[in-house]
């Protein structure tokens, strides 16, 4: 359910008292004059802090900055982190790579604001959920210089989009989201490779966790292993935690005690990376 804008509000007294300043609303991008915005975390103290940018999910077609991937603000903000949640175009109006470069757009921006915002440069990492998770491993493996970052988390994300549409064929919102049709042509297997992560892997890309349940019936969760399988084979570090049992989405995880480890896992392991 998309949270109202009154709901949202309410949670910013929350946020606010609980030791930094919440942001909303501000536009770091406008593609095509149509504006995108993004949320801010920006924790009491001197800084620079290291940073997250936080890209949510909705299979490319649905959802904002404030949905899906929620579960995950109240850790990064209690580990001290300065983070970012962001909008991005969305398919079928708008076409890959659209979602990507507002993804890039929203690097470039942090950056370019960091004073403002206690943003470390050198200490950025990306975190993306389920259709968010497959824009971040793009973006991890792809950008360099202004739009490189430090480290990368993928929930779930669709890392090899060729084996997941021979797995479980071309769903519409795949169909809208790459421009293609239902049929597995040689140019829609040219369009599926150009646009996943897993075909840009290099020795000197930034390092990924990969947090997936293994009864996910959205992607498989193979998807995660073999990706990070391919890194360590080109020389790149990466790491998987999995957890047992667990559908798709962090939404679903918050109703079973036995799957919130990956909160204690995401923190630790993004301190690790981004010291």
Same mark, same amino acid.
């Given at each position: 359910?998309?949270?109202?804008?009154?709901? /949202?509000? &309410?949670?910013?007294? /929350?946020?606010?008292?609980?030791?930094?300043?919440?942001?909303?609303?501000? *536009?770091?991008?406008?593609?095509?004059?149509?504006?995108?915005?993004?949320?801010?975390?920006?924790?009491?103290?001197?800084?620079?802090?290291?940073?997250?940018?936080?890209?949510?999910?909705?299979?490319?077609?649905?959802?904002?900055?404030?949905? =899906?991937?929620?579960?995950?603000?109240?850790? /990064?903000?209690?580990?001290?982190?300065?983070?970012? #949640?962001?909008?991005?175009?969305?398919?079928?109006?708008?076409?890959?790579?659209?979602? #990507?470069?507002? #993804?890039? &757009?929203?690097?470039?921006?942090?950056?370019?604001?960091?004073?403002?915002?206690?943003?470390?440069?050198?200490?950025?990492? @990306? @975190?993306? *959920?389920?259709?968010?998770?497959?824009?971040?491993? =793009?973006?991890?493996?792809?950008?360099?210089?202004?739009?490189?970052?430090? $480290?990368?988390?993928?929930?779930?994300?669709?890392?090899? !989009?060729?084996?997941? $549409?021979?797995?479980?064929? !071309?769903?519409?919102?795949?169909?809208?989201? /790459?421009?293609?049709?239902?049929?597995?042509?040689?140019? &829609?297997? $040219? $369009? !599926?490779?150009?646009?996943?992560?897993?075909? =840009?892997?290099?020795?000197?890309?930034?390092?990924?966790?990969?947090?997936?349940?293994?009864?996910?019936?959205?992607?498989?969760?193979?998807?995660?292993?073999?990706?990070?399988?391919?890194?360590?084979?080109?020389?790149?570090?990466?790491?998987?935690?999995?957890?047992?049992?667990?559908?798709?989405?962090?939404?679903?995880?918050?109703?079973?005690?036995?799957?919130?480890? =990956?909160?204690?896992?995401?923190? *630790?392991? @993004?301190?690790?990376?981004?010291?």
């Amino acid at each position: 359910m998309r949270p109202t804008r009154a709901i /949202l509000l &309410a949670a910013a007294p /929350l946020l606010c008292a609980a030791g930094g300043d919440w942001k909303t609303d501000i *536009e770091f991008s406008r593609p095509m004059g149509e504006p995108q915005t993004l949320d801010a975390w920006v924790p009491e103290g001197k800084g620079p802090f290291p940073t997250v940018i936080v890209v949510h999910g909705g299979g490319w077609t649905n959802g904002h900055k404030g949905t =899906y991937v929620t579960p995950v603000f109240e850790p /990064l903000k209690q580990a001290g982190f300065t983070w970012f #949640t962001i909008d991005y175009r969305l398919s079928p109006k708008h076409k890959f790579p659209a979602a #990507t470069d507002d #993804t890039f &757009a929203a690097i470039e921006w942090v950056k370019a604001h960091a004073k403002e915002y206690k943003v470390d440069t050198k200490r950025i990492a @990306l @975190l993306g *959920e389920s259709a968010g998770g497959h824009i971040v491993a =793009y973006c991890g493996a792809t950008g360099k210089g202004k739009r490189s970052v430090r $480290a990368v988390v993928d929930f779930y994300g669709g890392n090899d !989009l060729l084996a997941l $549409a021979k797995a479980r064929g !071309l769903p519409k919102n795949m169909q809208g989201f /790459l421009g293609i049709g239902p049929e597995m042509t040689p140019q &829609a297997e $040219a $369009a !599926l490779n150009a646009a996943s992560g897993q075909t =840009y892997i290099r020795k000197n890309m930034p390092p990924f966790l990969f947090i997936h349940g293994t009864e996910d019936q959205a992607v498989p969760y193979r998807q995660s292993p073999d990706m990070c399988a391919a890194m360590k084979q080109a020389g790149a570090r990466c790491e998987v935690y999995t957890v047992d049992g667990a559908p798709h989405g962090v939404g679903p995880w918050e109703k079973n005690p036995a799957w919130q480890g =990956y909160k204690v896992k995401m923190i *630790e392991w @993004l301190k690790a990376e981004l010291k």
